[in-house]
């Protein structure tokens, strides 16, 4: 079935209905679709002026969506600045907020952990 506007289907059915309704008294059958045609017809064009509304609704909550998106970016930079400035840029704890902690500079390492032996390692494995 060939794609047909709906401006071309509503403008031809209220064609064929002003023309054949000079006939509608001749036949009862005639009388009858042309008073089915009249229903559809009204029920398509309140279908078309509820889909139209839709549309700007949809319009209108999508510029109210990408205004909140816009406004919820920049309060997230926001709150992730201050969590770095709380926890250091390089602090471990940025992960909780799935933030990456910035990387140590080239060739600078963490401390490590100083372990110091004692000094009587005799005293440490016989404590008689």
Do not use: C
């Not at 008073?35 to 549309?55: D, M, N, S, W």
């Amino acid at each position: 079935m060939p794609k047909v506007a709906l401006a071309d289907s509503l403008t031809d059915w209220e064609n064929l209905i002003a023309n054949a309704s000079v006939h509608e008294a001749d036949d009862p059958i005639l009388a009858r679709n042309l008073a089915a045609l009249r229903a559809v017809l009204a029920h398509a064009k309140e279908t078309a002026a509820y889909r139209l509304h839709l549309e700007a609704e949809r319009q209108v909550a999508t510029q109210a969506l990408a205004q909140d998106k816009v406004q919820g970016k920049h309060l997230a930079m926001q709150v992730r600045h201050s969590l770095r400035a709380i926890y250091t840029a390089r602090g471990p704890r940025l992960a909780a907020f799935g933030m990456k902690p910035r990387p140590l500079a080239k060739g600078a390492a963490p401390p490590k952990p100083h372990f110091e032996a004692p000094d009587d390692l005799d005293a440490i494995r016989d404590p008689e």
